[in-house]
């Protein structure tokens, strides 16, 4: 069984798909299961509030239209996912990683937190974790090693833009418990934190 953070007492609101009476909420679910061939749990759940799915598909396709390459932002995506400990982001987000071809040894320490071999991919995660970290407001020497790794300042705000985006996926995840998708489940992700956390109890 995979441990992943999750609240103290989920939400029960129920997972709804494209056939919902409602179109607020029947359309952008048939519009996602158009492009994705199915409805991932984690959009059954957001989808209870309209305007929170709206704001995170807007967020996410703006993110993904941006500067960064296919492969950094997965990289942004797994290291903001893994810092919340949200188990559903990182194994869906693992699995796209495999699917961009990033290598194995780099999709793996972004999953256990470690640095990443590639020193560019490597500033990449690092300055996001510490946006992240310190609510934005990352120190002088943070910064200057990432724009010194060859990053810019409006690859700085593309990072906001990710934790923005991914802090809807991932405290939805945490509120719901959402159950991993049969397409991500090869890329389950334990928590250590969440698991040190149960053994305690």
């Known amino acids: 069984m995979t441990t992943m953070a999750h609240a103290e007492r989920t ?39 309209p305007g929170l799915f709206t704001t995170y598909r807007t967020g996410y396709d ?47 320490a972004l999953r256990a937190g470690g640095p990443l071999p590639d020193p560019k991919l490597d500033a990449l995660a690092s300055f996001t974790r510490a946006m992240v970290e310190r609510r934005g407001l990352p120190t002088a020497a943070e910064l200057d090693a990432f724009l010194a790794a060859g990053y810019s300042e409006t690859d700085v705000l593309a990072i906001v833009l990710a934790i923005a985006t991914k802090t809807i996926s991932n405290f939805t995840n945490h509120l719901f418990d959402t159950p991993i998708d049969g397409a991500f489940a090869h890329r389950r992700w334990d928590d250590p934190e969440a698991a040190e956390a149960e053994g305690a109890g």
């Open 62 to 108: 703006a993110f993904r239209a941006g500067g960064l390459s296919p492969v950094e932002q997965e990289v942004v995506f797994l290291a903001i996912s893994r810092f919340h400990g949200c188990g559903y982001c990182v194994a869906a987000h693992s699995a796209v990683a495999d699917m961009v071809r990033i290598p194995g040894e780099v999709t793996e």
């Open 11 to 49: 939400l029960n609101l129920p997972a709804h798909d494209e056939n919902h009476k409602d179109p607020a909420v029947a359309e952008p679910l048939k519009a996602t299961k158009k492009v994705f061939g199915m409805v991932p749990n984690m959009y059954a759940r957001m989808a209870n509030h």
